[in-house]
C-alpha cells in the first residue's frame, strides 16, 4: 500500500502554525518547526512493513496548497495520515473535503489531541475515513495498514463508519503497546533536516528530536491537552535512547532535544547519564529535556550537566500557589525559585513556560506571575522563557471545569489559536497581552543583556542563537501585540 503522513499548508494572515507534535498550539511570525517523533515512527513502521511511504510537510516545506496538492495526488496513495489540533480542526475539515474530491479512493486519517477528546465530530463535519484515538497511533497505523491489507482485526481506539455509514469504534485505546518494538526512525524518510535549525531551543545546528518516553511521569497537569493522549507514562530503555543518540552524532547531529512530556527522573535518569559520560557523548552532543520543578536535587542537575544536557525546560505556569494547586502541579512556588536556581547553577540554560489568562486570577496575581518570571531572567536562574495565554483544550479537565462553569466565551475552535481569550476573566485581552509583553520585554532588560554577554562561551555559535533569539522575540511581541479581545 502507499502511505502518506501529511502536514497541509495552512496559509493565514496569522503567521506559522507551530502544529507538528504541539502541546500548545500557537501562530508564529517567526516560524517554528518540531520534529514529530510519533508520526515519524509512524513512517518508519509503515516503510518496514514494505509499504510505500511517501513523508509530506506542507508547513515546514512552505509549500502552496497547489504544489502540495499535486505532489500528493502524483503519490496516489492509499491512506493519508494527518495530525490535527484544536485551533485548525475546522481547516483541516475542509482539506479532507478537498483531498476526499482529488483522490475519492483514499482513505484519510486523523489523529491527535482534539480528535481523541471528540471523534464523532469530525466524523459529522469532514469525510474522514478513519480516527486513531491515543498517542499510540504510530502502532495503530501499522494496525490499520494491516487491516486494510490483510483484514486483520482492529485494534481499541479506532473510530470508522461501517458499510452503513453508521459511526463505529473498538472502544477505549490502549497504552499497551512496548516502546521496545519501534524501530530506529528512519530520518531521511521523514526529512529531519527541514526542523534542524528553524526552532528556538537550539543553541547548536543542526539539531533534531527524541522521545524517551511517552509521555510525563507526573501526567495530571488539568490544562494539558497531552493527558488525553498519554494517561499513563511509559519510557524506553536508558540504553535505547543513548544508542539511539549515537546514530544521530553519526549523522552531524549537534544538538538534540528530547520531548517527552517530562524525561524520565529517578534511577532511570542516573543510568542515562552515566551511559552517556561512558560512551563520550557527553562531549559530541548537547541534550535539551522537558524537566518538573520539585523531583531534582543540586547533584541530580550537576550530573545531567557533565553527561552533556545544555537546556532544561520546566513549566513554571504561575506564580500563584492557589493557581499551582487548582492545576494539579503538585508544585510550590517555593520549589520553582529553588529548582530554577540550582538548575542554573549546575550550569544548565533554565527556559521556563509561563501561562496568563487564567479565569479566577485577579490582576494582582497576574502581577506575582509577572514580576517572578521578570527575576528568574534577571538574575540568571532562567536563561530563556515562554509566555502564552491558557487555552482550555477540548478532552482536558479544565475545558470540564470550564464548560461546566460557564467559563467558556465561545465554541469557535478558530478562536483556540492563543490569540485571543476564550475563558472569561477579570482581565480584558489587552491586560493580558499587555503583561505578555512585559515579561517579554525583560530579555532586554540591562541586568539580563549583560548575564547573557558573559555567559557566551561559543562565539559563533552563541552569537548565531542570540540573533535567532532576538527574532523570535521580535516575533512573540508581535504574536502578542495587543489585538482587541473577541
Given at each position: 500500500m502507499r502511505v502518506a503522513i501529511a502536514y497541509p499548508p495552512l496559509p493565514s494572515e496569522k503567521g506559522v502554525p507551530l502544529l507538528s507534535q504541539n502541546r500548545q498550539f500557537q501562530w508564529f511570525h517567526a516560524p517554528t518547526f518540531i520534529y514529530p517523533v510519533v508520526p515519524a515512527c509512524a513512517a518508519t513502521l509503515a516503510a518496514n512493513a514494505g509499504h510505500g511511504v511517501l513523508w509530506l510537510d506542507g508547513i515546514a516545506e512552505q509549500l502552496t496548497p497547489e504544489t502540495f496538492d499535486a505532489r500528493l495526488v502524483a503519490f496516489a496513495p492509499d491512506v493519508v495520515m494527518v495530525e490535527t489540533k484544536t485551533p485548525v480542526v475546522k481547516a483541516h475539515?475542509?482539506?479532507?473535503?478537498?483531498?476526499?474530491?482529488?483522490?475519492?479512493?483514499?482513505?484519510?486519517?486523523?489523529?491527535?489531541?482534539?480528535?481523541?477528546?471528540?471523534?464523532?465530530?469530525?466524523?459529522?463535519?469532514?469525510?474522514?475515513?478513519?480516527?486513531?484515538?491515543?498517542?499510540?497511533?504510530?502502532?495503530?497505523?501499522?494496525?490499520?495498514?494491516?487491516?486494510?491489507?490483510?483484514?486483520?482485526?482492529?485494534?481499541?481506539?479506532?473510530?470508522?463508519?461501517?458499510?452503513?455509514?453508521?459511526?463505529?469504534?473498538?472502544?477505549?485505546?490502549q497504552l499497551d503497546h512496548d516502546l521496545r518494538a519501534l524501530p530506529r526512525i528512519d530520518r531521511g524518510l521523514t526529512q529531519w533536516r527541514l526542523y534542524a535549525e528553524k526552532n528556538g531551543n537550539f543553541r547548536r545546528l543542526p539539531g533534531t528530536y527524541t522521545m524517551a518516553g511517552r509521555d510525563c511521569w507526573h501526567?495530571?497537569?488539568?490544562?494539558c491537552s497531552w493527558t488525553t493522549l498519554y494517561p499513563k507514562f511509559r519510557a524506553r530503555e536508558p540504553l535505547d535512547v543513548v544508542e539511539e543518540i549515537g546514530g544521530l552524532i553519526g549523522l552531524g547531529v549537534?544538538?538534540?532535544?528530547?520531548?517527552?512530556?517530562?524525561?524520565?527522573?529517578?534511577?532511570?535518569?542516573?543510568?542515562?547519564?552515566?551511559?552517556?559520560?561512558?560512551?563520550?557523548?557527553?562531549?559530541?552532543?548537547?541534550?535539551?529535556?522537558?524537566?518538573?520543578?520539585?523531583?531534582?536535587?543540586?547533584?541530580?542537575?550537576?550530573?545531567?550537566?557533565?553527561?552533556?544536557?545544555?537546556?532544561?525546560?520546566?513549566?513554571?505556569?504561575?506564580?500563584?500557589?492557589?493557581?499551582?494547586?487548582?492545576?494539579?502541579?503538585?508544585?510550590?512556588?517555593?520549589?520553582?525559585?529553588?529548582?530554577?536556581?540550582?538548575?542554573?547553577?549546575?550550569?544548565?540554560?533554565?527556559?521556563?513556560?509561563?501561562?496568563?489568562?487564567?479565569?479566577?486570577?485577579?490582576?494582582?496575581?497576574?502581577?506575582?506571575?509577572?514580576?517572578?518570571?521578570?527575576?528568574?531572567?534577571?538574575?540568571?536562574?532562567?536563561?530563556?522563557?515562554?509566555?502564552?495565554?491558557?487555552?482550555?483544550?477540548?478532552?482536558?479537565?479544565?475545558?470540564?471545569?470550564?464548560?461546566?462553569?460557564?467559563?467558556?466565551?465561545?465554541?469557535?475552535?478558530?478562536?483556540?489559536?492563543?490569540?485571543?481569550?476564550?475563558?472569561r476573566s477579570p482581565l480584558s485581552a489587552c491586560e493580558t497581552q499587555a503583561a505578555i509583553r512585559s515579561i517579554y520585554r525583560a530579555f532586554l532588560h540591562p541586568e539580563t543583556l549583560l548575564r547573557r554577554l558573559f555567559s557566551t562561551r561559543h562565539p559563533l555559535d552563541d552569537l548565531r542563537f542570540y540573533w535567532r533569539g532576538l527574532k523570535s522575540l521580535l516575533g512573540h511581541l508581535r504574536d502578542f501585540g495587543g489585538r482587541a479581545g473577541r
Open positions: 475539515w475542509k482539506i479532507l473535503a478537498r483531498l476526499k474530491t482529488l483522490l475519492p479512493q483514499t482513505r484519510l486519517v486523523l489523529v491527535g489531541d482534539h480528535v481523541t477528546a471528540m471523534p464523532g465530530e469530525s466524523f459529522e463535519n469532514s469525510p474522514v475515513d478513519f480516527i486513531l484515538t491515543g498517542g499510540d497511533y504510530d502502532f495503530l497505523l501499522a494496525n490499520l495498514l494491516r487491516h486494510l491489507e490483510k483484514n486483520e482485526p482492529l485494534e481499541p481506539g479506532v473510530w470508522f463508519r461501517d458499510a452503513s455509514g453508521a459511526l463505529q469504534n473498538t472502544g477505549p485505546f501526567g495530571r497537569c488539568t490544562f549537534r544538538e538534540i532535544m528530547d520531548d517527552t512530556g517530562c524525561f524520565p527522573a529517578g534511577a532511570w535518569l542516573a543510568e542515562f547519564c552515566n551511559l552517556m559520560i561512558e560512551r563520550g557523548y557527553n562531549t559530541r552532543v548537547r541534550l535539551d529535556c522537558n524537566m518538573r520543578f520539585g523531583r531534582l536535587t543540586l547533584d541530580d542537575y550537576k550530573l545531567m550537566r557533565k553527561a552533556g544536557f545544555r537546556f532544561v525546560l520546566f513549566g513554571l505556569e504561575s506564580a500563584n500557589q492557589a493557581t499551582l494547586d487548582r492545576l494539579d502541579k503538585a508544585l510550590t512556588v517555593q520549589q520553582i525559585r529553588d529548582g530554577a536556581r540550582w538548575a542554573a547553577q549546575a550550569g544548565l540554560d533554565v527556559h521556563v513556560t509561563v501561562m496568563l489568562g487564567y479565569p479566577w486570577e485577579t490582576r494582582e496575581d497576574v502581577a506575582h506571575t509577572v514580576c517572578l518570571a521578570r527575576t528568574l531572567l534577571r538574575k540568571g536562574h532562567a536563561y530563556t522563557l515562554q509566555v502564552t495565554q491558557v487555552i482550555p483544550y477540548p478532552g482536558t479537565p479544565l475545558f470540564r471545569e470550564c464548560r461546566e462553569n460557564n467559563l467558556l466565551l465561545t465554541d469557535d475552535w478558530d478562536a483556540y489559536d492563543m490569540r485571543g481569550p476564550v475563558m
